[in-house]
C-alpha cells in the first residue's frame, strides 16, 4: 500500500481543463470586483486604488509619501 495518496489515473484533458476553467473564472470575477475601490485622488484627482498611495503625486490622505519631482537616475551603466 501507497504511503501517500496517489492518484489512480490520468485525468483526461478535459477534466484538467475543467478545473483550470473553474479556477481562471474565480480570479477574474474576483479581479473584476476591485474596479469599484477606484476612487480619485483628492489633490491630483487622478484614478488611485483606495487604501493605496496615489502613483502620480505620490500622497496618501493629503500627506506627501514619495517626492516624486526628485527624480533618481537610472543606472545603466556600471561604473568602475
Ligand atoms: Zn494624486
Redesign the pocket.
Known amino acids: 500500500m501507497a504511503k501517500h495518496p496517489v492518484p489512480h489515473q490520468k485525468l483526461c484533458k478535459g477534466r484538467s481543463t475543467r478545473r483550470y476553467k473553474s479556477f481562471a473564472n474565480r480570479t477574474r470575477k474576483k479581479l473584476s470586483d476591485k474596479t469599484q475601490v477606484v476612487t480619485d ?1 483628492p ?2 484627482g ?1 484614478k ?1 486604488l483606495s487604501h493605496h498611495l ?1 502613483e ?2 505620490g ?1 496618501y490622505r493629503g500627506v506627501q509619501v514619495i517626492n516624486k519631482e526628485k527624480e533618481s537616475e537610472k543606472i545603466t551603466t556600471i561604473k568602475a
Open positions: 485622488c489633490s491630483c487622478d488611485v496615489c502620480s503625486c500622497k
